[in-house]
């Protein structure tokens, strides 16, 4: 980019920037207040947020007050945003005439701020005209991932039929974002799934078909963080689901979760931009390897460990009738 194109596209970036960055700094009071507060109706029952009765005095019970838990699920919020956005703001800053690290940077900047986290959504039970301009965020934060994905590390579409892929998910988050609520939304069915397998599927044509050395080296950077965020995800939802003493201390067991996704899901954005500003720093073959390793060890450690436990529960109460929780 040259010219007028360039300072569009930094104008473009600095405008998204101040707008996702103040709206998220606006909506941290409200996000805290609307978290210190316990639901005593059915209107809020089931929320991933509010708290019951129930799980505050849970909580308590383990020594964490309902403040602590409200600023620790902004200060996850916090966190989130703060890492996109510098990935982001390095990539821009290091990049800014490149096409492709601007739309990294851009999506960086939008997903991170609007859709994956950010709390600015908090703003629009007080402020409902903010419900357009915020909900339009998070879809083009959205989309932004979308085209990314599919035109990574180059910025163009292979194959090329993928571009009407990019145009029917676009049509798809409409109702996900702006009908959320409605049988329309049909992202939230294992439609989804066929949404993240397209853009895997994009990746690995562009790897084995298209790409040269280098654009596979970066190739190898974006998959494994994505990978690894999404393996990392379905870990934890699963191990939270098998282990019995997790379900006596849901409200707990949620607050770990959400540190464990949150430091999942933020791989994306530090390994994105190794795979556009440092691609050549570290070979991501030894890492990916090195990964694989320790993730089976720990794996077989960790059933070990519960297999071992389940099995001195089951002698001790074969023996004594009794069984030994410590």
Same mark, same amino acid.
């Given at each position: 980019l040259r010219?007028?194109?360039?300072?569009?596209?930094? *104008?473009?970036? #600095?405008?998204?920037?101040? @707008? #996702?960055?103040?709206?998220? !700094?606006?909506?941290?009071?409200?996000a805290y207040a609307r978290l210190d507060t316990v639901c005593h109706s059915s209107a809020c029952a089931g929320s991933d947020e509010v708290l019951s009765p129930a799980d505050v005095s849970d909580l308590r019970e383990l020594g964490i007050s309902l403040d602590f838990y409200a600023g620790l699920m902004v200060g996850l919020s916090i966190l989130g945003t703060v890492v996109f956005a510098v990935t982001a703001a390095a990539i821009f800053f290091r990049r800014p005439d490149d096409k492709m690290a601007l739309l990294t940077s851009f999506t960086l900047l939008i997903f991170g701020g609007a859709s994956f986290t950010g709390t600015m959504q908090y703003l629009v039970g007080d402020y409902p005209l903010l419900w357009w301009p915020i909900n339009l965020l998070e879809y #083009?934060? $959205? *989309? !932004?991932?979308?085209?990314?994905?599919? +035109?990574?590390?180059?910025? =163009?579409?292979?194959? =090329?039929? @993928?571009?009407w892929l990019a145009l029917m998910w676009a049509v798809l988050f409409v109702p996900n974002v702006f009908l959320s609520g409605s049988s329309l939304n049909l992202l939230d069915s294992?439609? &989804?799934?066929?949404?993240?397998? +397209?853009? /895997?599927? !994009? $990746?690995?044509?562009?790897?084995?078909?298209?790409?040269?050395?280098?654009?596979? =080296? $970066?190739?190898?950077?974006? /998959? &494994?963080? &994505?990978? !690894?965020?999404?393996?990392? &995800?379905?870990?934890?939802?699963? @191990?939270?689901?098998?282990?019995?003493?997790v379900r006596q201390h849901q409200a707990f067991a949620d607050i770990i979760s959400d540190i464990l996704i949150y430091s999942f899901i933020l791989l994306i954005p530090i390994s994105i931009s190794v795979a556009v500003l440092r691609s050549r720093l570290y070979d991501i073959d030894v890492v990916i390897n090195r990964t694989l390793v320790y993730t089976i060890l720990t794996t077989v450690l960790g059933l070990l460990y519960f297999g071992s436990i389940a099995l001195m529960q089951a002698v001790l109460l074969a023996v004594t009738g009794q069984g030994a929780q410590l």
């Open positions: 010219g007028r194109w360039l300072l569009f596209a930094r *104008m473009s970036w #600095v405008l998204a920037a101040l @707008t #996702v960055l103040g709206l998220d !700094a606006a909506g941290l009071p409200h #083009v934060g $959205q *989309m !932004a991932f979308s085209v990314f994905f599919l +035109t990574f590390p180059d910025g =163009r579409f292979v194959p =090329r039929w @993928t571009r294992p439609l &989804f799934i066929g949404y993240v397998g +397209t853009l /895997v599927f !994009a $990746q690995i044509y562009r790897y084995t078909n298209v790409s040269n050395p280098a654009e596979r =080296r $970066q190739t190898k950077w974006v /998959v &494994f963080g &994505f990978a !690894a965020a999404i393996w990392g &995800f379905v870990a934890t939802v699963i @191990t939270g689901n098998i282990i019995p003493e």
